[in-house]
């Protein structure tokens, strides 16, 4: 029988993972929800989009053994979290994720890297779920240009400059709770949410702590399994608190530094 490791390298992602029952998700996406109705929209959009860093409950997922271990299993046993987000669709909406692969203006060195999605509302073919394409991460990183579309969810609206056969792309539906493994080469996109429901979904992007950025400078990283004999980059502890004021700082470092290369080549 294959493995689930050896089905990764051959198609690049690994799906279902239950990680915590509907209850706890339940009470994660309250949690997320009444920091999205108590803040303002600057500070919720900055905490969605680095959400270990700002957010306690989300810093204690990225540590949690049932999502730690089967990244073990890929990374091996030193792990980063580089960045971690929530993507989220209301309902009947036009958002979408345009095709395209995770790596190509991440300015890292090396594609030692795993994507764990973790569900906190259905994902499904209706609610605008993940597509995968199998087997695409064996190649390089393709060309994508930016379109900027207003309803994409991508920083600058990337998509790939190749064709994607639909009919090539996997559904990665999952329960609230679950989660899905993907690598930073694969092709993946999702469609709009057609439900009443929001479909939210976090996103935590692990790597191993040889992976370097391209530019001369360090980023922030959170080191959440074993050790890091390299020092490439700026290790950070645990959020202080939610949204505390000295974390909210670094980041905002962390991100004039990261716009070097998310946005290089994009005019202000
Ligand atoms: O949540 C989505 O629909 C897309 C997420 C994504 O592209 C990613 O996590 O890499």
């Not at 300015?107 to 795993?114: A, I, K, M, Q, R």
């Not at 309803?151 to 559904?171: F, H, I, K, M, P």
Request: with cysteine; charged share 25%; aromatic share 8%.
């Amino acid at each position: 029988m294959t493995s689930w490791t050896d089905e990764y390298s051959e198609k690049g992602y690994a799906f279902p993972f239950r990680l915590f029952n509907g209850h706890q998700a339940k009470k994660y996406r309250a949690a997320l929800e009444k920091i999205e109705t108590e803040h303002d929209e600057g500070l919720v959009k900055l905490a969605i989009g680095h959400s270990n860093s700002l957010i306690p409950f989300v810093d204690e997922i990225t540590r949690l053994d049932a999502v730690l271990n089967p990244v073990k299993e890929i990374l091996g046993p030193d792990l980063l979290v580089w960045n971690s987000s929530f993507f989220i669709k209301e309902p009947q909406t036009t958002d979408f994720v345009s095709w395209h692969q995770d790596l190509t203006y991440w300015g890292l060195t090396d594609s030692h890297e795993v994507t764990a999605w973790i569900a906190l509302s259905p994902a499904t073919e209706q609610s605008g779920c993940m597509k995968f394409v199998p087997g695409s991460h064996m190649g390089n990183i393709v060309e994508h240009r930016d379109t900027f579309a207003d309803n994409n969810l991508l920083s600058r609206g990337q998509e790939l400059a190749v064709e994607v056969n639909e009919q090539d792309a996997v559904n990665v539906v999952l329960q609230p709770g679950e989660m899905s493994l993907h690598h930073g080469r694969l092709f993946h996109s999702s469609h709009y949410n057609q439900t009443d429901d929001r479909r939210i979904g976090l996103a935590i992007r692990y790597i191993t702590p040889d992976m370097q950025q391209t530019i001369n400078e360090k980023t922030d990283a959170t080191l959440v399994a074993g050790t890091d004999k390299f020092d490439h980059f700026n290790l950070k502890k645990a959020p202080n608190g939610l949204l505390n004021t000295d974390d909210i700082r670094a980041v905002e470092h962390n991100i004039a530094i990261k716009e070097k290369f998310l946005m290089a080549g994009v005019e202000k």
